[in-house]
């Protein structure tokens, strides 16, 4: 069985964002992978729609992901095209494989990442311990434990293969490879977002989900078939496109969307570079997310700031919170009863744990701990990435989190300090400015798998920034030539030149 009226139309919208992402293009040889790159995707999407087997299908991304890294492209600007524009990045596809060892999307691109980490290693960087090792490592172990408490021995094997191989290969690899050129990291990144946000585009527009029904081809129950039920805020449908729920997709457009200021900060004014921003940006608000919109605000305020554009950081903010109030689809008593029910969360949820706050529990919901928290859905939804860690792996999970997420901050003052070029620094300020606007929007999700990948990755290019930078400066300094103790010249008795 073949959704082929639905592969005909995601191929024909990678076509149609191929376009403005050629014509950016500097080299004569990018031209050729951004085709390599939307045959991939186009493939991809393909066996997503079709009855091939899941764990196949995932298989199948690990080798279409790994098989298109090559030694002129840094292995993040590949990833990250991966990441934005295919549905495994979002978690459309689930689980598959063996129940005790399940093959997910964030391990399947892990996976590639590893092939890809060993098939070349002429990216490959030496560089030091750094602190946020630790804490990264102690966030996921620690949260494994907690999450794997009064659990059965399969279900505590689960946990560990889904949270802690992944995050822990992503992080190690992609800080370990080099980053040559920021600016296509930059751009691969808005391409794959771009071909993300036109299908969030079309099923506003159309009100056709393109990944729904996957369940019933795919015959497997694990499957997360959404948008079976179509979300809708003031009589409009929020899009899902290649996400596994609106707030996702707002969250990671409203990312991309900070990439692209930044780019455009590189490139300056370009019209097929304007379009993909265009496409971005409509793919937001295609989505209805207020995080989306947050997001992009506390990203390019950031940004602005760091380069010392006081003005426009201010009035960015102050016009997206204007949108969000003037515009009634978004305020309104929606806005006020979301606002209300989330200050109750904050507040409630605490109290709610009481002892269990410290190592977390996540039998809480189930046990009706917090069915004073019950929306309008008929479901505790705790819109807060930060207060769910809570539930699950309490205080000494979320501690280490926080930990790593400020420990973006001092790399990004070390590369200040190693005087980097206008690119690598805009780079930097756009990772930094990244992990700033996830900080704000985690703390509006519910649905934060993609998102808070995101955060790992961030901090992992600027390791990978800053031990690249470092190796340059050492390069580029004077050897000293040894001290060598030398006799002085005594003049004795010459002998006559012979003639």
Same mark, same amino acid.
């Given at each position: ?263 455009? $900060?590189?490139? %300056? ?5 304007? =379009?993909? /921003?265009? &496409?971005?940006?409509? #793919?937001?608000?295609?989505? @209805? ?85 019950? $929306?309008?859905? %008929? ?5 807060? =990435?930060? /207060?769910? &860690?809570?539930?699950? #792996?309490?205080?000494?999970? @979320? ?101």
């Amino acid at each position: 069985m073949f959704m082929w009226k639905n592969a005909v139309v995601l191929i024909g919208l990678l076509m149609m964002v191929s376009l403005p992402a050629t014509m950016l293009v500097r080299q004569r040889w990018e031209r050729g992978y951004v085709a390599r790159l939307v045959i991939a995707a186009a493939l991809m999407a393909c066996l997503t729609v079709s009855a091939v087997p899941m764990l196949a299908t995932q298989i199948v991304f690990l080798i279409i992901v790994a098989a298109c890294f090559t030694r002129r492209v840094p292995m993040a600007a590949t990833y990250f095209f991966f990441f934005f524009s295919t549905p495994a990045a979002g978690s459309l596809l689930k689980v598959a494989g063996a129940y005790i060892s399940p093959l997910t999307p964030f391990l399947s691109f892990s996976g590639a990442l590893v092939a890809g980490y060993l098939l070349h290693p002429e990216h490959h960087l030496r560089r030091r311990f750094s602190m946020s090792d630790i804490y990264m490592l102690a966030f996921v172990v620690i949260y494994c434990v907690c999450m794997s408490l009064r659990d059965t021995p399969t279900g505590i094997a689960r946990t560990f293969v889904t949270y802690v191989i992944p995050y822990l290969l992503t992080y190690q690899i992609l800080s370990r490879v080099r980053i040559d050129r920021v600016e296509l990291v930059l751009r691969l990144m808005l391409f794959g977002a771009a071909a993300g946000g036109l299908l969030c585009i079309f099923e506003t527009l159309r009100h056709w989900p393109l990944y729904a029904g996957i369940m019933g081809i795919k015959q497997d129950m694990w499957t997360i078939d959404s948008p079976r039920l179509w979300l809708e805020r003031g009589g409009i449908a929020r899009s899902y496109g290649p996400y596994s729920h609106p707030l996702t997709g707002g969250a990671m457009l409203g990312i991309a969307a900070i990439a692209g200021w930044a780019l455009w $900060q590189i490139r %300056g004014r370009s019209g097929p570079l304007g =379009v993909l /921003l265009l &496409l971005v940006f409509v #793919g937001l608000a295609s989505t @209805l997310s207020r995080s989306g919109l947050v997001a992009v605000a506390v990203g390019i305020m950031t940004f602005q700031f760091l380069r010392g554009r006081y003005l426009l950081a201010v009035l960015i903010p102050f016009a997206g919170l204007t949108a969000v109030v003037a515009l009634p689809i978004l305020g309104g008593a929606d806005a006020q009863f979301s606002t209300t029910y989330r200050m109750g969360l904050m507040i409630g949820v605490p109290k709610a744990l009481g002892s269990h706050i410290w190592i977390g529990y996540r039998e809480a919901i189930l046990q009706g701990m917090l069915d004073q928290f019950i $929306q309008g859905q %008929g479901i505790v939804d705790l819109v807060n =990435v930060y /207060l769910g &860690l809570l539930v699950e #792996g309490g205080v000494v999970s @979320l501690l280490p989190f926080l930990l790593f997420l400020a420990s973006s901050y001092p790399h990004y003052r070390a590369i200040r300090r190693l005087r980097p070029d206008r690119e690598q620094l805009i780079f930097a300020q756009a990772l930094i400015s990244i992990q700033t606007a996830l900080v704000v929007s985690l703390a509006l999700l519910s649905n934060w798998v993609a998102p808070m990948q995101i955060s790992f990755i961030t901090v992992a290019l600027l390791i990978a920034l800053r031990t690249q930078l470092s190796a340059s400066r050492v390069a580029q300094q004077p050897r000293r030539e040894p001290l060598v103790a030398e006799a002085p010249v005594v003049d004795g008795e010459r002998l006559p030149a012979l003639r």
